[in-house]
């Protein structure tokens, strides 16, 4: 079955850019979606077909996918960024999420 | 506004049933695949299977085929995730999710969840 790797953690200062990514065999012929889930809430989405943005996803991020990994980058990072992130693709009529990376901003 | 509302939270004795619900409002919920998404304690997120609520065309992740029975009510709106006997195991957070129906198969609406827990 489809794996998808994610680091479990990542670390970065206020308004620096964070570079979070997300591992598969030949994902660049996927879509890759992103989601973000902050303690005790919902996952919402953040970026959708590798690089779209849903309306009321901040414009400091964006997301690429290219060869074996698909990237979800935030620019000048915040405070509220702080959170888990899911990659997901879609595989053989199964949804496959990567195991979450978890973003701390200090 | 596209809402998904999930029913409360649950506490369960091992072996007992239970039936969880997702009510879709705001869209044409029936056109929709509906997903569920379980999230056990400090993990990350495991997708269960899907339902077309219009016609209860079901897909499920092998891993949970024969564990859960995904089903739907296209006259109110609401699909459901039951099971016939409980373990301990299926102590998690569960949600909903509405597929998008644009290219990718992303999730683009999610219920609030549903914490199960199951104890002796």
């Known amino acids: 079955s489809y794996e998808l790797t994610q680091a479990p953690s990542v670390s970065v200062s206020p308004g620096q850019t964070a570079s979070i990514t997300c591992s598969g065999a030949?994902?660049?012929?996927?879509?890759v979606s992103w989601y973000q889930q902050k303690p005790g809430q919902s996952p919402l989405l953040v970026i959708y077909q590798d690089t779209k943005r849903p309306s009321g996803t901040p414009e400091r991020f964006s997301g690429s996918n290219s060869g074996n990994t698909a990237t979800l980058t935030i620019s000048g990072t915040q405070a509220l960024d702080e959170a888990d992130y899911y990659c997901q693709a879609w595989d053989s009529n199964t949804v496959v999420f990567g195991g979450g990376t978890k973003l701390t901003v200090l | 506004e596209v809402q998904l509302v999930q029913s409360g939270a649950e506490v369960k004795k091992p072996g007992e049933s239970l039936k969880i619900s997702c009510e879709g409002s705001?869209?044409?919920?029936?056109?929709?695949?509906i997903g569920w998404v379980r999230q056990m304690p400090g993990k990350g997120l495991e997708w269960m299977g899907r339902?077309?609520?219009?016609?209860?065309?079901?897909r499920y992740r092998p891993s949970f085929q024969g564990q859960v029975t995904i089903s739907a009510d296209k006259s109110i709106s609401t699909a459901y995730l039951q099971w016939s006997s409980l373990r301990a195991s299926d102590t998690a957070m569960y949600y909903c999710?509405?597929?998008?129906?644009?290219?990718?198969?992303?999730?683009?609406?999610w219920g609030q969840g549903t914490q199960v827990t199951v104890s002796s």
């Open positions: 339902i077309y609520p219009a016609d209860s065309n079901t």
């Open positions: 030949n994902v660049e012929d996927k879509y």
């Open positions: 705001g869209h044409s919920f029936n056109t929709y695949w």
């Open positions: 999710a509405r597929l998008s129906s644009a290219a990718g198969n992303f999730f683009d609406s």
